[in-house]
């Protein structure tokens, strides 16, 4: 393309009305003929840090000044005016050779320019017109390197040639190459329109620079040159000015001009023409599988990590400023695959986990990207699941969680070595110095931090989907301010700016893709570390009281059940974890988690450990005191059945005495496999025949004395006040199990604690038979189990008994016909008659204390009933 079409394109993109008379004529494109094709020799390199090379005929020492401050001056202003001029000569030239020397000495005083000017975008304004001259240094730039593809035989830019560009001095004591390099950083770091330079398509030809300098055979031409500095330093006689460019500057400018330009909303979309961005996306995905390794085999050196995470670093920015334009590039040409399989490939050994969690990232916001507006409704997570990448990053976190915590050496390599390290190696910088101050003792059990970060990356992934707010892109975004002009308004507007972002944030961190939370759980699943678990578990909760819908969300996948089934291979800080997660669903998220408190009377009669028995007893009398609501609960999801079960199993009852006698009056009812029935009809989850057979005994729950203690409370809270409970206690056959359990010292109390209640509770006595089991067990001294076994009631037995029926005829007007229905004053005869008995013998004192306040209180209460 020649200048004048060029040039007609350009004016209509940057809208210039008017061309300066001295460019009523635009040139010609420059450059069609290369400028250092008659120097085939490897031409002398510059040190960057030295000044700048200039015209010879303005090499003459100034006269040393009188007034040093006023020959700065004369010397800029001499500069400019050159300045000018060669840039009106390159407008004004004809011919493709003119415009290329006299851009080159443009592009040398505007250098100079530069160096002594501190505000450089005041100077580039008043210099120039900012637009073409940006677009035309790019258009010169892109010119020149793909001549220099042109020239190689495999049509793509080769590292020597590149860096031979880049040092090359002409023959009129210039450096066109180092200049034009030089000339971009500075202008794509100013205030200028960085558009201009993308139109001119600087931005790809940037990218196959780098791709260049990372090429496998960079490392023999990096130790070349290195050797060649060494030896041109040695020598004092070498000119300064033919040094060679040293190469660790060069890629600075190419990394530094790259990242300015990435920042650009148009850049990534500025990339797709070509395969530049597909270039990008392999440089990255190189750095975790090749180069580490390489880097161990000693062939690339430290500093090509360095670059490699550069890339990273300009692919991030490209992807987090697009406007979703992208998204469809990116599905064609399988990119998000390019990272998965990096992801996939990592090797303990000789990767380094921040890069590959820095990948990650990157996929992160590859979906971020298309729930943007331009995207087209192109949805990048499908392709990382159709790619089973969520499988690939859950493995990738219990490799680095065997692997001593995920730290390599050349983690701490770059850590030591690399000045242009990012944030999350800085944390790790941190942590390995303090580690190496405790004399080098690495805890295997401690979360490293690239560990940390991929959990908190996951759950990003779970929280970045479509949103609901209005007004949102669908993307998760972090608040913004805004400042307002109007005085008046201002109170309101930063009001209704704060709801705004509050409503953002608050769907920013609602739960939009629930297998990134099932990743979560298949790494708590998998893993060994209990930190790990420990740590997965807190992310969790983290989730849930992030947004009042996630719990509700999360439990489409069984989450929390989940959890509770295994509880009992987790240690008890964990269980106590877990069992907080659902108390926060109970509490604050309000709701009734059947299916949690399901799972937690299914693992209760498993063969766990007493003490989790304990804590799950002891969180369902929580649940009883928070809300009666949950008696009705916890008896349909099985809890009293359970108890009354695991009674049934004791074994009190198959140890008894060899006697024998009839059931008394009450009724037994069978209700064989009523327990598993329950469970079975409730959910198929929760439907294994493993998790539903009896313990064995030592794992009873009413086998403990301290967890036998909780157990007796929790059915008294689900009876008391509860006239379905009651009922259900009753169908189950509760006060026959129960009543053996009066001949022991351990169950005694909790026995007549539930029987009392049941009794007072009952007004009318509609169960008269309840205590008339108790006054049958006091008139024989011995209870009868429901397998016909007979157990003898010793004194402190019948004392306690005594005690519980004067305490139920206190409160029970009803309960005191039963008691004389019963033959009950008989009985308290008897026991008065009883008390000289035995040859004038006396009772023990507490039994007789017991007797006489029975009989007499109660006499003295209420002598109505035909006693005397």
């Not at 130790?223 to 004092?236: A, G």
């Not at 989450?559 to 669903?585: D, H, R």
């Not at 209640?757 to 309840?770: G, N, R, S, V």
């Amino acid at each position: 393309m020649k200048w004048v079409t060029l040039f007609k394109v350009f004016k209509d993109k940057v809208g210039l009305s008017q061309v300066p008379p001295s460019a009523s004529a635009p040139p010609p494109l420059p450059f069609e003929e290369s400028s250092s094709s008659a120097n085939n020799a490897s031409p002398p390199r510059q040190d960057f840090s030295l000044p700048l090379s200039s015209e010879p005929d303005q090499l003459e020492p100034f006269a040393a000044p009188d007034n040093h401050g006023t020959l700065v001056q004369e010397e800029k202003t001499e500069l400019e005016l050159d300045f000018k001029r060669h840039w009106e000569e390159f407008r004004s030239s004809s011919t493709e050779k003119e415009k290329e020397k006299t851009l080159h000495w443009t592009v040398e005083y505007f250098c100079r320019l530069v160096k002594q000017h501190s505000d450089v975008t005041q100077l580039i304004t008043t210099l120039v017109e900012v637009h073409i001259f940006s677009f035309v240094v790019g258009r010169a730039f892109v010119t020149d390197i793909e001549k220099l593809k042109l020239s190689s035989k495999t049509r793509s830019l080769e590292t020597e040639k590149v860096l031979t560009f880049f040092s090359e001095t002409t023959k009129d004591g210039i450096r066109p190459g180092a200049n034009l390099l030089q000339a971009v950083e500075i202008l794509v770091s100013g205030l200028v329109d960085k558009q201009t330079f993308l139109d001119s398509g600087i931005l790809c030809c940037l990218i196959h620079i780098l791709n260049a300098l990372l090429a496998p055979d960079g490392g023999s031409q990096r130790q070349q040159l290195i050797n060649n500095e060494e030896l041109l330093l040695s020598n004092e006689n070498q000119d300064v000015e033919t040094r060679p460019v040293r190469r660790h500057e060069v890629e600075g400018s190419v990394v530094h001009a790259m990242k300015a330009l990435a920042g650009h909303p148009s850049a990534a979309q500025s990339l797709v023409d070509d395969n530049s961005l597909q270039l990008l996306f392999q440089m990255v995905a190189n750095g975790s599988s090749v180069v580490f390794s390489q880097y161990k085999e000693g062939l690339v050196p430290l500093h090509a990590i360095q670059l490699h995470r550069h890339a990273m670093q300009i692919l991030r920015l490209l992807l987090v400023n697009d406007n979703g334009s992208t998204a469809k590039y990116i599905r064609k040409h399988q990119l998000i695959r390019v990272l998965l399989m990096a992801v996939k490939d990592f090797n303990p050994d000789c990767g380094d986990p921040a890069y590959t969690v820095g990948i990650i990232d990157l996929l992160l916001e590859s979906v971020e990207l298309s729930y943007r507006p331009d995207a087209g409704g192109i949805r990048l997570r499908e392709d990382i699941h159709n790619a089973h990448g969520y499988q690939f990053l859950v493995q990738f976190a219990l490799t680095l969680s065997e692997s001593q915590g995920g730290q390599t050496f050349y983690s701490k390599s770059l850590l030591e070595n690399d000045s242009g390290k990012d944030s999350t190696h800085a944390v790790e910088g941190a942590e390995r110095k303090n580690l190496r101050e405790d004399g080098g003792n690495y805890s295997p059990l401690s979360l490293s931090p690239a560990l940390s970060r991929l959990l908190d990356v996951i759950i990003s992934f779970a929280q970045t989907g479509p949103s609901c707010a209005p007004g949102s892109s669908g993307l998760k975004s972090s608040k913004s301010s805004h400042s307002k002009s109007n005085t008046h308004g201002r109170s309101r507007s930063s009001f209704s700016d704060r709801m705004a972002d509050e409503i953002l944030e608050k769907d920013n961190e609602k739960v939009k893709d629930l297998e990134a939370v099932q990743m979560l759980l298949d790494i708590l699943m998998k893993a060994e570390s209990v930190e790990l678990q420990a740590e997965v578990l807190n992310r969790l909760l983290k989730i849930f009281s992030s947004h009042p819908d996630n719990y509700k969300l999360c439990q489409q996948l069984r989450t929390v059940p989940l959890l509770i089934l295994n509880m009992a291979g987790f240690p008890p800080s964990l269980q106590e974890i877990i069992l907080k997660i659902l108390e926060y669903a109970v509490s604050v998220v309000n709701i009734i988690p059947e299916q949690e408190l399901l799972s937690l009377c299914c693992l209760l009669p498993q063969s766990i450990t007493s003490e989790l028995k304990h804590t799950i007893l002891s969180f369902f009398l929580k649940l009883l005191s928070f809300d009666q609501e949950y008696k009705k609960i916890l008896r349909e999801v099985g809890v009293l059945e359970l108890l009354l079960e695991d009674l049934k199993q004791h074994t009190f009852l198959h140890e008894p005495e060899q006697l024998t006698s009839d059931h008394g009056k009450l009724e037994i009812k069978t209700s064989s496999s009523s327990f598993n029935r329950h469970f079975l009809s409730k959910d198929a989850i929760l439907s294994s025949p493993t998790l539903l057979e009896p313990a064995c005994g030592k794992f009873l729950i009413f086998e403990v004395e301290d967890t036998a203690a909780v157990a007796w409370d929790c059915l008294l809270l689900l009876l008391k006040k509860s006239d379905a409970n009651q009922a259900a206690f009753r169908s189950f056959n509760g006060v026959i199990i129960l009543l053996p359990f009066l001949a022991s010292d351990v169950h005694r109390s909790g026995v007549l604690r539930v029987l009392s209640c049941l009794i007072i509770e009952d007004i009318k006595q509609a169960h008269p038979e309840e205590l008339g089991a108790l006054v049958e067990v006091l008139k024989s001294g011995m209870v009868t189990s429901a397998l016909g076994s007979q157990y003898t009631l010793q004194h402190d037995a019948e004392c306690d008994t005594f005690g519980a029926v004067w305490r139920i005829l206190r409160v029970n007007n009803s309960a005191q016909r039963v008691f004389g229905e019963a033959t009950g004053f008989s009985l308290l005869l008897t026991m008065l008659q009883s008390f000289q008995s035995d040859d004038g013998e006396p009772k023990k004192a507490t039994f007789n204390s017991c007797m006489h306040q029975s009989v007499y209180i109660y006499v003295a209460r209420d002598d109505s009933r035909g006693f005397r």
